[in-house]
């Protein structure tokens, strides 16, 4: 079974430019969700997919991040313009999305974002 | 406000013996724990959960225990390998407010040979 796929693998670009990353689930997730990971720090929930409808955006910047997951499958995540805090890795993740706790979400490899 | 905390950055223990990773959380909402395993340049993988109704959960040499009244969890790994050199989260959620995944900030085991 393929994993969650992300790209690019990485990306440097000056602030105030704009960057967007792509993420493909696992065939079937019906959630989807984008994390921001900070250097030192664990990961932090951006925003939360049910098929093509968002639950949680409630941390998402929206001054400058959007999201969006069209058809329910692939979802891109954009942020425009970058500042120098937005360096991170970004994670995506998918799981079945049942309404269980034991509902596993599987993570892709990440994009990790240099602002300069 | 962090609400699940690992406070140790970083274990050092040798091959054979016992890896104890601790977490401390703080929200009373969350009642379903997860350990993640976070290899560099790859994304995290689940390992090992609990529930709140149950305080100890094996998966070969994987242990997770917890401890509700002091609000602690564990995980235990016996024997320690190299393999299991990573990046270890703990992880929480609950339900309303709490049912976001929450994540500690991580501890870096390494296994010596």
């Known amino acids: ?116 | 406000d962090q609400q699940v905390k690992q406070n140790s950055p970083s274990l050092s223990v040798q091959e054979g013996r016992i890896s104890i990773l601790n977490c401390d959380y703080t929200n009373s909402m969350f009642d379903y724990f997860l350990w993640y395993k976070k290899y560099p340049a790859e994304g995290p993988t689940f390992l090992i959960s609990i529930s709140s109704i149950k305080d100890k959960n094996e998966d070969g040499r994987f242990t997770v225990f917890l401890n509700k009244s002091a609000k602690h969890l564990s995980l235990h790994i016996v024997p320690s390998q190299p393999g299991d050199s990573a990046v270890y989260f703990c992880a929480a959620r609950g339900s309303g407010s709490a049912r976001q995944l929450t994540f500690g900030s991580g501890t870096q085991l390494t296994v010596l040979p």
């Open chain 1, 1 to 116: 079974e393929a994993g969650v796929a992300q790209s690019p693998r990485y990306k440097i670009i000056e602030k105030r430019q704009s960057v967007a990353f792509w993420c493909n689930p696992i065939s079937g997730h019906a959630t989807l969700y984008w994390y921001q990971q900070i250097l030192g720090q664990g990961p932090k929930l951006l925003i939360q997919f049910q098929n093509n409808g968002v639950v949680d955006d409630s941390q998402l910047p929206k001054d400058r991040f959007s999201a969006e997951r069209l058809k329910g499958v692939d979802s891109t995540l954009k942020i425009q313009p970058a500042k120098l805090e937005d360096s991170a890795v970004y994670l995506c993740a998918s799981s079945l999305g049942n309404s269980g706790y034991t509902d596993t979400q599987y993570f892709g490899p990440g994009t990790r974002l240099t602002v300069l």
